[in-house]
């Protein structure tokens, strides 16, 4: 299936193929680790039953994916999918030294046009990469088609906590401090400066809840996570 990638997309992927060697190191700074704890109530979530596959879109270096397959049965199966080779390789190195190399597959492509058959998974996990979307809307049909009945998506995003503080203090620190650490260590400036602006325009959790259920998800609820910092979006299929 010949796709077509809009010129958003190839930014994306190639900002992403840009930082993919720094990004989990870059992460786990900025956060102080606490991306980490976000992906463990995630992998919760999405933890797969025997037999299952899991979709995992924007998967980067397969930091959930792998957190998922190590949590689930030994029969089960990941497919991550990512506009950026880079980070994909990494996913698979990353892969290949947790010994899970048999159990992951790789697939360059875009989640607004994702290319599997309708009903073939049993997940969609996305983990901080909605927010990079062109289209938010046409992702999430994109993740509820694929989804088979009785599956899920679970998708964790960076947010504005809505407690007018602390989310001052979070934007401070987003938009002036971690641009400036990430350069100073070395890392992409476009791309931290980037990284402010997409969660600035990212819509709220509701709204993020409303487009997943007129995306047909039914049950949809969302957690936010360290005072709304991020949050975990979930949707039955
Ligand atoms: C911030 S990284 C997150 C990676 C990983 N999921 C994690 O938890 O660390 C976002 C990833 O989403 C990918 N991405 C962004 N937009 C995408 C799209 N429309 N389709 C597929 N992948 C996309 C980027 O290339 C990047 O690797």
């Known amino acids: 299936m010949k796709v077509d990638i809009s010129a958003h997309e190839r930014r994306i992927g190639a900002m992403f193929d840009r930082v993919s060697r720094r990004y989990d190191g870059l992460n786990r700074i900025l956060s102080f680790g606490v991306d980490q704890r976000w992906r463990r109530r995630a992998t919760d979530l999405a933890r797969l039953g025997p037999h299952e596959r899991a979709l995992d879109v924007g998967a980067g270096t397969g ?29 698979g190195l990353r892969a290949a030294g947790a010994g899970l190399t048999r159990r992951i597959d790789r ?41 088979c009945p009785g599956g899920r998506a679970v998708v964790l995003e960076l947010s504005t906590p809505p407690n007018r503080l602390f989310g001052a203090i979070y934007r401070f620190y987003f938009e002036q401090l971690s641009p400036r650490v990430a350069t100073f260590i070395g890392g992409d400036p476009e791309a931290y ?15 993020v809840a409303a487009l997943m259920r007129v995306a047909g998800f039914s049950a949809v609820r969302f957690e936010r996570l360290t005072f709304g910092a991020a949050t975990i979006h979930v949707g039955e299929a």
């Open 63 to 91: 930091d959930l994916a792998l957190a998922i397959l190590r949590s689930s049965a030994a029969d089960t199966r990941v497919t991550a999918v990512d506009l950026s080779a880079s980070m994909l390789r990494l996913c």
């Open 193 to 207: 400066r980037y990284l402010p602006a997409s969660v600035a325009r990212h819509p709220s959790a509701e709204a």
């Open 107 to 147: 697939v360059v492509g875009t989640a607004n046009a994702l290319p599997f058959p309708d009903a073939s998974v049993d997940r969609v996990i996305a983990g901080f990469a909605v927010r990079n979307f062109a289209d938010l809307a046409a992702g999430l049909r994109e993740f509820r088609r694929v989804l």
